[in-house]
């Protein structure tokens, strides 16, 4: 089979790992290639799929010649930036359509260790249908980050479980795996939020439908290169999408949730 070939073979069940991208230029080849390391040893096909919203640093250029490079790399160019959320949907889209097994949703950026990929991985192998990389259980945490930071990161995810009365820590985490019939099932593609407010709603809805989800320890550092996308209006947005969800017609929280024990450490979950 030729590369070509190779790269339109979808085998059934893969992992695929989806990567959101504006401007990643100079983090780009080095966190597909992590992904790749960190789960060669996979029981699953691994599928890594860039979502990239056409930057103008060429970033998509270098996803394609990725792809080129090697069969398990693809990539989906978008016409222009409409934020995380958008990007995020049509991914899981293109993973659906080709009999993704499970879909992992990840920063471009290093924020992310891929090392702690094979873990999230596991815990959805062993039943859970969501699985939070998080930074507020026990043996989870930050790397480099201002005081001030801290405190709004808490704070966000305080107000956002004080409203939602959901019992997850980390509402606001971008690393997460999904089994693909859960993320079915919770209809990501109804996700309002087009920011990082799309990370609540996503786990809102998996929790308002019953599905298991668990929060795996992971510590979060900054991005190695390259500037952060935050701004006032992305945390404006999830600040008041937050009430909307709430009030939003539909099931109430069904709690069944998988949490950590205490004891549980980074190194494991069980």
Not at 142 to 158: F, I, K
């Amino acid at each position: 089979m030729n590369d070509a070939k190779a790269r339109r073979a979808h085998p059934p069940g893969a992992a695929w790992v989806v990567l959101p991208t504006y401007d990643e230029a100079p983090n780009l080849a080095a966190i597909v290639d992590a992904v790749r390391g960190a789960l060669a040893g996979a029981p699953e096909a691994l599928r890594v799929l860039v979502v990239d919203d056409d930057s103008p640093d060429g970033t998509g250029a270098i996803a394609d010649r990725l792809a080129a490079e090697h069969a398990a790399v693809e990539v989906l160019h978008r016409t222009r930036k409409e934020g995380l959320g958008p990007a995020y949907v049509a991914g899981f889209d293109h993973a659906l359509r080709c009999g993704a097994g499970y879909v992992i949703e990840m920063d471009a950026d290093f924020s992310h260790d891929p090392a702690d990929l094979p873990r999230l991985l596991a815990a959805a192998r062993d039943g859970a249908d969501v699985v939070i990389g998080s930074r507020y259980v026990t043996g989870g945490g930050v790397r480099d980050w201002s005081p001030l930071r801290r405190v709004v990161s808490r704070a966000g995810c305080g107000y956002a479980r004080s409203i939602l009365r959901v019992p997850v820590r980390d509402l606001t985490a971008g690393l997460k795996c999904f089994r693909a019939q859960a993320l079915h099932a919770l209809g990501y593609q109804d996700v309002r939020s087009r920011a990082y407010g799309f990370q609540i709603e996503v786990t809102y809805r998996a929790l308002r439908h019953g599905q298991n989800v668990v929060e795996v320890p992971i510590v979060f550092g900054n991005r190695r290169l390259g500037r952060s996308k935050m701004s006032g209006r992305i945390a404006l947005e999830a600040a008041w999408r937050v009430p909307a969800m709430r009030w939003s017609r539909g099931r109430p929280v069904r709690r069944r949730t998988v949490g950590l024990r205490r004891s549980q450490s980074r190194a494991g979950w069980r």
